[in-house]
T-cell receptor
Framework: DTEVTQTPKHLVMGMTNKKSLKCEQHMGHRAMYWYKQKAKKPPELMFVYSYEKLSINESVPSRFSPECPNSSLLNLHLHALQPEDSALYLC??????????????FGDGTRLSIL | SQQGEEDPQALSIQEGENATMNCSYKTSINNLQWYRQNSGRGLVHLILIRSNEREKHSGRLRVTLDTSKKSSSLLITASRAADTASYFCATATQGGSEKLVFGKGTKLTVNP
């Protein structure tokens, strides 16, 4: 069991759909992350939230829109995705933001398929 | 951009044998971390070694860091079938943010 919970586990959507991925942690961590992982590749950082504010956007297309409603929740809103956006989307959290690179706790991801 | 490069890309061993994976990186780091990912699951943090440390142990895991060569190795002793997974190194750049940059990973298969 992971301490970072992601829902849904699987999502199939058309290119015109709007959907959201959700991530929740109750460890009191103040940094939260979204990663994209393609098969047999390492995770690629998309966004970082520090103290509920967006601190890093790795030049992600605007069809991905992150949101951090509170310190425990992280959402990723999806709209007009492309087939190449099919991937495993991982959420992670770490205790404190800021320089240093703290250990990150990952959820099991949402497997996203775009038709 | 990928900071860490692991080798080998894939490693297949028998249960009970030791497995060694290597990671090279390019810039000065604050720390280096190793993660494990089982098929279809998220990553699990294994061990963190700081730039001023040379060796660290955790159970059957031994990590070394050579900052002069910008390289690290992960040794898993007495491997078990349950160690079958992908292993990634990740670096935190010195003076940088909370961002981690992951290497390409080593796929380890431990045969029973």
């Amino acid at each position: 069991d992971t301490e970072v919970t992601q829902t849904p586990k699987h999502l199939v959507m058309g290119m015109t759909n709007k959907k959201s991925l959700k991530c929740e942690q109750h460890m009191g961590h103040r940094a939260m992350y979204w990663y994209k992982q393609k098969a047999k590749k390492p995770p690629e950082l998309m966004f970082v939230y520090s103290y509920e504010k967006l601190s890093i956007n790795e030049s992600v297309p605007s069809r991905f829109s992150p949101e951090c409603p509170n310190s425990s929740l992280l959402n990723l809103h999806l709209h007009a995705l492309q087939p190449e956006d099919s991937a495993l989307y991982l959420c992670a959290s770490s205790q404190d933001p800021g320089p240093g690179g703290q250990p990150q706790h990952f959820g099991d991801g949402t497997r996203l398929s775009i038709l | 951009s990928q900071q860490g490069e692991e080798d080998p890309q894939a490693l297949s061993i028998q249960e009970g044998e030791n497995a060694t994976m290597n990671c090279s990186y390019k810039t000065s780091i604050n720390n280096l971390q190793w993660y494990r990912q089982n098929s279809g699951r998220g990553l699990v943090h294994l061990i963190l070694i700081r730039s001023n440390e040379r060796e660290k142990h955790s159970g059957r895991l031994r990590v070394t860091l050579d900052t002069s060569k910008k390289s690290s190795s992960l040794l898993i002793t007495a491997s078990r079938a349950a160690d079958t997974a992908s292993y990634f190194c990740a670096t935190a750049t010195q003076g940088g943010s909370e961002k981690l940059v992951f290497g390409k990973g080593t796929k380890l298969t431990v045969n029973p």
